[in-house]
């Protein structure tokens, strides 16, 4: 036979599981330091800059 299990206990251990995990992506998402911030929109700044150094740039002809 199985064991007997308290579904009232069960359920509120399990909420809490689940409040744990998403506050654990909260704390992933959000919790960051202003330097880390910072250096996140450094890297990105660059990359973007490096990416549109090497564009065509389409010559526009006028069509008169």
Do not use: W, Y
Request: glycine share 4%; aromatic share 2%; proline share 2%.
């Amino acid at each position: 036979m199985g064991d007997v299990v308290n579904l009232r206990q069960f359920k509120k251990t399990k909420a809490r599981s689940e409040k744990e995990n998403h506050a654990e992506q909260s704390r992933i998402s959000h919790g960051r330091t202003k330097a880390e911030k910072s250096l996140t929109t450094a890297l990105n700044d660059k990359a973007e800059k490096s990416l549109n150094q090497g564009k065509l740039e389409k010559s526009q002809k006028n069509p008169e």
